[in-house]
């Protein structure tokens, strides 16, 4: 951790613990660097992992004008010296003036998350070209109500929790068109399916059947 150099009265030195705290938190993948506007250098910074030190030049524009409207910038991408990239943000710190005066940026480390997502895609990723077994699948009404209602819920961008009654209505009307309803015990699955009783999947049923349908459904 570099030190501050400047005098423990320095305007930005209050700063300091807000940058060593969020640092601890992201430790060891956020780099937090405090630049000082009136000197145009580097402040104050925590685990430098792009190889700056105290005092080395800001590389900040000088003359860019900071309003008050400016408290916060970002998040923007960043690469790290090796490539890896970061995801920052920057806050600008101002005086009792309402000048500003500084620069606290957070440059966090998100190359290990890309990672661990490409790894996660790729596990749960359906295999390309490979079908199911027709012969594992073809007497399995329970899998393909499964099926159903997941393709119905994705073609709507819908969560099955947060369905209202008119939407239930209309996702057993289109269980009973596909014939859902033909397997044994099938309306007490579907109940379950969709976490209600069995007499009010056939209220539903009956609901559906006494609603004209939606052209666009």
């Known amino acids: 951790m570099s030190k501050v150099p400047f005098p423990a009265e320095h305007p930005l030195a209050c700063h300091v613990p807000t940058a060593e705290a969020v640092a601890a938190l992201l430790r060891p ?37 900071f309003g008050p409207e400016d408290r916060v910038l970002g998040p923007y991408d960043k690469a790290a010296p090796d490539g890896r990239r970061l995801k920052s943000v920057t806050a600008v710190l101002y005086d009792a003036r309402r000048t500003a005066i500084g620069l606290l940026c957070i440059n966090l480390d998100v190359s290990p998350l890309e990672d661990v997502l490409q790894q996660v895609q790729a596990f749960i990723a359906p295999p390309g070209g490979i079908e199911r077994p027709e012969s594992l699948f073809r007497l399995d009404w329970r899998e393909r109500i499964n099926l159903f209602v997941r393709d119905h819920l994705q073609d709507r961008g819908r969560d099955l929790s947060a369905l209202d009654r008119g939407e239930r209505i209309e996702l057993v009307r289109a269980l009973a068109r596909s014939g859902a309803f033909e397997g044994p015990k099938a309306a007490d699955y579907v109940a379950g399916v969709l976490k209600v009783s069995r007499a009010s999947v056939y209220n539903y049923l009956n609901a559906a059947q006494a609603r004209p349908e939606d052209p666009e459904a």
């Open 29 to 65: 993948h956020a780099e937090v660097v405090i630049h000082d506007l009136g000197s145009g250098r580097i402040f104050h910074i925590v685990n430098a992992f792009s190889r700056r030190r105290v005092g080395d030049d800001a590389l900040v524009d000088q003359e860019e004008a």
